[in-house]
């Protein structure tokens, strides 16, 4: 029987997959857990309707991430750190305090866990880059000044 996967079943397949069991495994495993569907013309062209609608929004959001990245690409970011004797810093500026400053200075909402970067322990410029889509990273200039 085939039968369309609503999940991933182990060793069976992944979700949206078309596959072939056994009649009495389909009834009796798959139908009863809400595992999966029969493929019938009504359930295949909701598969095709739900596959163009998923790679829509997709597509949607991988443009909206490089209209994203255009923006930042051009920005830069000041901020400010404590500084003693001789120009040495104290502590670092983490991606949490860089995810802060961007929404205030230019109004970015941005994830600290997306941004790759060392910690920042010294005055100058340094560059950030933020993964905005998995296809998708960005290059913010952070200016580090005296405080």
Same mark, same amino acid.
């Given at each position: 029987?085939?039968v369309?996967?609503?999940?991933?079943?182990?060793?069976?397949?992944k979700?949206?997959?078309?596959?072939?069991?056994?009649?009495?495994?389909?009834?009796?495993? @798959?139908?009863?857990?809400k595992?999966?569907?029969?493929?019938?013309?009504?359930? @295949?062209?909701?598969?095709?309707?739900?596959?163009?609608?998923?790679?829509?929004?997709?597509?949607?959001? @991988?443009?909206?991430?490089?209209?994203?990245?255009?923006?930042?690409?051009?920005?830069?970011?000041?901020?400010?750190?404590?500084?003693?004797?001789?120009?040495?810093?104290?502590?670092?500026i983490?991606? !949490?305090?860089?995810?802060?400053?961007?929404?205030?200075?230019?109004g970015?909402?941005?994830? !600290? !866990?997306?941004?790759?970067?060392?910690?920042?322990?010294?005055?100058?410029?340094?560059?950030?880059?933020?993964?905005?889509?998995?296809?998708?990273?960005?290059?913010?200039?952070?200016?580090?000044?005296?405080?």
């Amino acid at each position: 029987m085939k039968v369309i996967l609503l999940e991933d079943v182990k060793s069976v397949g992944k979700k949206d997959e078309i596959v072939e069991v056994n009649n009495g495994y389909a009834r009796n495993v @798959l139908f009863r857990k809400k595992q999966a569907v029969e493929a019938t013309k009504a359930a @295949l062209n909701d598969l095709k309707l739900r596959k163009a609608h998923d790679a829509k929004l997709a597509k949607e959001a @991988l443009e909206d991430a490089k209209k994203l990245a255009e923006e930042i690409e051009g920005k830069q970011l000041v901020v400010q750190m404590k500084v003693g004797n001789g120009g040495r810093t104290f502590g670092s500026i983490s991606t !949490k305090e860089i995810a802060t400053e961007a929404k205030k200075q230019l109004g970015f909402e941005l994830d !600290k !866990k997306k941004m790759h970067c060392e910690p920042i322990k010294n005055l100058g410029f340094h560059d950030v880059a933020i993964r905005l889509h998995p296809q998708v990273t960005a290059t913010l200039r952070v200016k580090v000044e005296e405080k």
